[in-house]
């Protein structure tokens, strides 16, 4: 599965952004689809996941309540909004693809990952 991820900008501390991660090629409702993020000089972190058809997500501790991830089947397309936008969100964004069923918050149990949409917040 190819993923393309889109939305990125630049926006002030307390706005909101909506990423999206459109995929294409093998069946996009098989895949549990992750968003993980990465800031200069650290390492590739987990933000959230979502389940094959939706019901279930799993949030990071500092995006909880704020972040909203969900999908659309029909559209091969999941979506992450993004409300209450801090500094500390400034980061690449990944859209992420595994053949796992489990909500898996580790890098290397997704198989297909996104090119990354740059997101800035101001203060």
């Known amino acids: 599965v190819q993923l393309q991820a889109s939305g990125g900008g630049l926006v002030q501390a307390g706005g909101s952004l909506r990423l999206s991660c459109e995929a294409s090629g093998r069946t996009f409702s098989n895949y549990v689809m992750a968003w993980f993020r990465q800031a200069p000089g650290k390492e590739r972190e987990f933000v959230a996941a979502?389940?094959?058809?939706?019901?279930?997500?799993s949030y990071a501790d500092s995006v909880k309540g704020r972040f909203t991830f969900s999908r659309d089947n029909a559209k091969n397309t999941v979506y992450l909004q993004m409300n209450s936008l801090k500094p500390e969100d400034t980061a690449v964004y990944y859209c992420?693809?595994?053949?796992?069923?489990?909500?898996?918050?580790?890098?290397?149990?997704?198989?297909?990952w996104g090119q990354g949409t740059q997101v800035t917040v101001s203060s």
């Open positions: 979502i389940s094959r058809l939706g019901s279930r997500t």
């Open positions: 992420a693809a595994s053949q796992y069923q489990i909500l898996r918050e580790q890098p290397d149990a997704y198989q297909h």
